[in-house]
């Protein structure tokens, strides 16, 4: 035992070897805890975007995309959102794990109550109201982001499928209107039978979106036409001014 004793202290002093203060532990737990909190927290604001953004997408176009899937759930389903609360998910079990008992738990019981914070917290901040406010700042600020949501809103340019998407140009005579397409180009839009939703009032320069069919070259037959921004915009319309849905751009 002596002999051991020895070895250790003389290799204690060969290399050197001190004892790590105290402060070191306190800073490092405060950095893990701080982490933690934080990707919890920006994951609940995550969650309540990908709520907002699911409780008004536009459900009812699944009959446009039957035989595109695919095309369908990347226009209703918020991508961005969800890769987001994965990842701060992801962080926030990386760090939990390296808590001082993080270790004794499972990986399912820690991921399965990290999930379910952010969906309890992620709906407090969603009846709030915060991602309202949250959604026009990215859209204003990453590049990134607004190029997947202008492009999401493409998906519009589909008049085969029934849907179209312009800024009204003019009025004719026999309840028709011009519109010009997201492309540039011009359409003949007979709107007889059309019903008008979200409380619009038809003007020149207005941005909608048209379901209905396509009858030729130039020629669509409308019987929706809806708020270029949304059912949700509608609701708060008046506090969102300049919103990103009024100055997309053609598309090339």
Known sequence: MMDTRRKIIKKIKDNNIRPTPKY???????????????????????????????????????????????EFLLLVFPVFWLVFLLGFSGTAYYYFRRMEHGYRYRTV????????????????????????????????????????????????????????????????????????????????????????????????GLKIKLIGQKTGDGRFRALEIRPWLGRHHRMCRGRRRGHHGMDIPKLE
Not at 140 to 163: D, H, T
């Open 109 to 204: 019981v820690v991921v399965s109550l990290n999930i379910i914070l952010s969906v309890i917290g992620g709906g407090l901040l969603y009846s709030t109201g915060l991602p309202e406010k949250i959604e026009p700042l990215f859209f204003a600020n990453l590049p990134f982001y607004k190029e997947l949501q202008i492009r999401k809103q493409y998906v519009w340019m589909s008049p085969a499928k029934g849907l179209l998407a312009g800024g009204i140009i003019s009025f004719k005579p026999g309840r028709k209107i011009v519109i010009e397409d997201l492309r540039g180009n011009s359409w003949d839009i007979d709107i007889s039978d059309v019903v008008w939703r979200g409380r619009l009032r038809p003007r020149e």
């Open 24 to 70: 070191r532990f306190i800073i490092k737990r405060s950095v893990i805890w701080t982490v933690f909190c934080l990707s919890i927290m920006l994951g609940c604001v995550a969650c309540a975007v990908a709520i907002f953004q699911l409780r008004y997408a536009e459900w009812d176009l699944y009959r446009h995309f039957r035989h595109s899937w695919l």
